[in-house]
């Protein structure tokens, strides 16, 4: 008996090696490949173009003061020794118009304050430039059309030094525009 109990053991441990060896996974390497994609959107530059200029209409000039205009058009009441007459022109508020992609806000800012307005001799400056929506300041952002555009009214404040000419003054200001 004490032989059947050695062979009954050592089938139980043959039995285990088998097993083991049996159920032992092999793993290979594998290699897999796939791909990734990327995608750009070119939206439309963004452009600005000087549709109305802003015209404080017609003035006199006694001494120093200024003159405004604000971004719905009215002209206020001149300081100093400058006086709004209603000869020659109206008074106008500016505007551009911001062209881009529709429905993507715009960062615009009118960068007039200090600019000069020349009539060949003489000159004057342009402070306190104002943007309708902008709460008295220069910028502000603006969300294109669907047409992709939008047109945006500033006003400014002449400043006249006393002494200047009769004619016709103008000048020129940057207004930049960007992509939120």
Known sequence: MTHEKTL???????????????FNPVFEAQAFTGTASATAVVATAVTVNGTVPL??????????????VDPAGTRGAGTGGVTGINAGGAEVAGSVLVNGASGVPIDLTVSGTGATLSNGTATMTLSAVDVVAAANGNSTTVTLTAAGSSAVPFGATLNAAGGEGAGTYTGTFPVVANYQ
Do not use: P
Not at 55 to 68: D, E, R, V
């Open 8 to 22: 009954n053991k050592g089938n139980v441990a043959l039995a285990a090696a088998l097993v083991t060896l049996t």
């Open 55 to 68: 015209h404080f209409g017609s003035i006199t000039i006694a001494s120093a003061g200024t003159i405004a």
